[in-house]
């Protein structure tokens, strides 16, 4: 059965699979190297980075310094954990994947 996370991301998962311009990866984490969220995205040449949580849930310390020097770079970043914020992420890639 999956974690309540694991619900999000499946859910984030095939929406990205339902748009064909969209290359992602979701990096594994072992503690060696830099940082990163659970998706990486490519989005008609745009950087995009998912971290998703279950609901209720916030990212943390570690995952808030990334997700800012994301955004200083200029990518874009979505925190997905509930229906909410799966409606922006999903109206962000009818805009720029469409």
Known sequence: ????E?????????????????????????GMGAPSLDFICCVRGYYLAIETKAPGKKPTP???????????AGGFVYVVSDDESFTR???FLNLFAS
């Open 1 to 4: 059965m999956s974690t309540p």
């Open 6 to 30: 694991g619900k999000v991301k499946d859910r984030v998962k095939k929406l990205l699979k339902s748009f064909p311009c969209i290359y992602y990866h979701m990096p594994v984490q072992n």
């Open 89 to 91: 992420l999903e109206a």
């Open 62 to 72: 570690r995952q808030e310094l990334t997700m800012e020097a994301i955004a200083k």
